[in-house]
């Protein structure tokens, strides 16, 4: 299915956002989502299910200061 992940378009197979973020590479990675640009929580990733034309945002934090 077509998706945006972080501005950009790509396919992916996922059905859900954490099957996306095991895809991606970033399974275990500290990360924070947002699917059709409403946060969702780590826990809720495994229930959260995705449909084409989802626009998906990984953010990873970042240290400075």
């Known amino acids: 299915m ?6 950009e378009p790509r396919d992916s197979a996922a059905p859900t956002l954490a099957a996306l973020l095991e895809a991606e590479g970033l399974g275990t990675a500290r990360v924070a989502t947002a699917l059709n640009g409403q946060f969702v ?3 809720l990733r495994a229930q959260t299910a995705l449909a084409p034309g989802d626009a998906v945002e990984i953010v990873a934090p970042m240290q400075g200061g």
């Open 2 to 7: 077509k998706l945006t992940i972080n501005g």
């Open 41 to 43: 929580a780590a826990g």
